[in-house]
T-cell receptor, first 114, second 113 residues
Framework: DGGITQSPKYLFRKEGQNVTLSCEQN?????MYWYRQDPGQGLRLIYY???????QKGDIAEGYSVSREKKESFPLTVTSAQKNPTAFYLC?????????????FGPGTRLTVL | GQQLNQSPQSMFIQEGEDVSMNCTSS?????WLWYKQDPGEGPVLLIA?????ELTSNGRLTAQFGITRKDSFLNISASIPSDVGIYFC?????????????FGKGTLLTVNP
């Protein structure tokens, strides 16, 4: 079955440590996204990528980094520079030129920084 | 970045009642999307709207793309307990990236059996 996987589901880290969240899709989608979700805040865009080896900052990119070395993978690193990293992180993908009913979200990773 | 104004923030209703929620913006949007999110999961697309004035149904759900292109609403008829969750609107802003969505803050729906 095609879809998006995010791992792990829950992640705990000590303050000051970098942590990398995984996002993999086997849908052959061109565009991939990372969102952050806080209670009552909706989804805010961190980074997105429309093609391999290229990505753009979203609205809240400070303290985060990404890479897009392969079409199916878009890992997100939460660095120690991110002042409030505890949140629910969602990855999504869509094929360029496709309608929005082909967009999928992953199940999310809940990151807690202690 | 701009966020859409989604209301109400939360709703508590009895099973069988109808529900209405909406999103507004000061900017023009080319596409409106409505999602549902269950606790601890990713959002799932319910309805996509692509033209001003468009009215689209998906089972008990009906959504409309406002004529001014600055608003959209979602109605749920005859609510059932499994309708519980957070509903989000999202849109593609006119003149912006074709693939960069703006999200509302969500409406938390609780249905009492």
């Amino acid at each position: 079955d095609g879809g998006i996987t995010q791992s792990p589901k829950y992640l705990f880290r000590k303050e000051g440590q970098n942590v990398t969240l995984s996002c993999e899709q086997n849908l052959n989608h061109d565009a991939m996204y990372w969102y952050r979700q806080d209670p009552g805040q909706g989804l805010r865009l961190i980074y997105y990528s429309q093609i391999v080896n290229d990505f753009q900052k979203g609205d809240i990119a400070e303290g985060y980094s990404v890479s897009r070395e392969k079409k199916e993978s878009f890992p997100l690193t939460v660095t120690s520079a991110q002042k409030n990293p505890t949140a629910f992180y969602l990855c999504a993908s869509i094929g360029l030129g496709s309608s929005w009913d082909t967009q999928y979200f992953g199940p999310g990773t809940r990151l807690t920084v202690l | 970045g701009q966020q859409l104004n989604q209301s109400p923030q939360s709703m508590f209703i009895q099973e069988g009642e109808d529900v209405s929620m909406n999103c507004t913006s000061s900017s023009i949007f080319n596409t409106w999307l409505w999602y549902k999110q269950d606790p601890g999961e990713g959002p799932v697309l319910l309805i996509a709207l692509y033209k001003a004035g468009e009215l689209t149904s998906n089972g008990r759900l009906t959504a409309q793309f406002g004529i001014t292109r600055k608003d959209s609403f979602l109605n749920i008829s005859a609510s059932i307990p499994s309708d519980v969750g957070i509903y989000f609107c999202a849109g593609l802003q006119s003149g912006g990236s074709n693939y960069k969505l703006t999200f509302g803050k969500g409406t938390l729906l609780t249905v009492n059996p």
